[in-house]
């Protein structure tokens, strides 16, 4: 598929008409600030503002439920990338980095923005979290996450 097929691909899979182009919020973003709060706190917190929602729903499934609600500025997302290529980080990519500073550093500073974690957690738990909430460079990591 050429850049435009996939857009519309990904548009429809949310319901909105393909002459509307998504846009998966990034860091930087109001939207994705907020979808990433609502992702670590929003839904342990207040779960019941995120009715069809829980900690195992995607990025775009919390940023189309904010762009429903007419909430952040955020516009309908496109489909998540394809999981079935994964990497598990290597030293000196910011991935590794970010995975570990979660893992020495905010894990403790904040355990509630790591819901599914604990300091026992392994680096590819860290790293799938990191994966699931659109943080850090970090693609999903080739060991399965419990494994």
Not at 18 to 42: D, I, N, P
Not at 83 to 102: K, L
């Amino acid at each position: 598929l050429d850049c435009e097929e996939q857009m519309e691909e990904r548009c429809q899979i949310h319901g909105e008409a393909s002459s509307m182009a998504c846009h998966t919020a990034k860091a930087g973003e109001s939207c994705f600030e907020r979808v990433q709060w609502a992702m670590t706190q929003g839904i342990v917190q207040h779960p019941a503002w995120y009715p069809t929602l829980n900690i195992g729903s995607t990025f775009e499934d919390f940023q189309a439920h904010l762009h429903a609600q007419g909430q952040h500025a955020c516009r309908v997302p496109c489909a998540p990338p394809s999981s079935a290529s994964c990497r598990t980080a290597e030293p000196g990519e910011a991935c590794h980095r970010h995975v570990a500073w979660a893992m020495q550093t905010g894990i403790a500073a904040s355990p509630s923005s790591y819901p599914t974690l604990d300091s026992h957690s392994r680096f590819e738990d860290f790293q799938a979290w990191l994966h699931h909430i659109h943080h850090g460079e970090c693609a999903a990591p080739c060991e399965a996450v419990g494994a």
